[in-house]
């Protein structure tokens, strides 16, 4: 069956990193826009950042640019999601999605076209 598992969370200070993994199996991800969402307790579910699965162009949400880069390794069937500089609201569970949609904002701001979920890791930023 179709798996999208997620990995790499954890517990960090402020100011310091993960990298957070995407791993799929049942599923070829060069065929799909990948996508990060997280979601906090008494939140909804927000898009960080999304990959195209033709040119690879991205988005970040804007509270997260500059300090999180997403990518991918088509050959390893998987994607990542690098986060730098962690402020204590960027806690939340992290994720991955793979979907057919038009653009990365279509998938990020609309959450158009998904078709698979993962299952989410725990980011914590805490002092």
């Known amino acids: 069956q179709v798996q999208l598992v997620e990995s790499g969370g954890g517990l960090v200070q402020p100011g310091g990193s993960l990298r957070l993994s995407c791993a799929a199996s049942g599923l070829t991800l060069d065929y799909y826009t990948i996508g990060w969402f997280r979601q906090a307790p008494g939140k909804e579910r927000e898009g960080v950042s999304c990959i195209s699965s033709l040119d690879n162009s991205t988005y970040y949400a804007d509270s997260v640019k500059g300090r999180f880069t997403i990518s991918r390794d088509n050959a390893k069937n998987t994607a990542y999601l690098q986060v730098d500089s962690l402020k204590p609201e960027d806690t939340a569970n992290y994720y991955c999605?793979?979907?057919?949609?038009?653009?990365?904002?279509?998938?990020?701001?609309?959450?158009?076209?998904?078709?698979?979920w993962g299952q989410g890791t725990q980011v914590t930023v805490s002092s």
């Open positions: 999605t793979a979907a057919i949609t038009p653009t990365v904002q279509s998938l990020c701001v609309a959450r158009f076209g998904v078709k698979y």
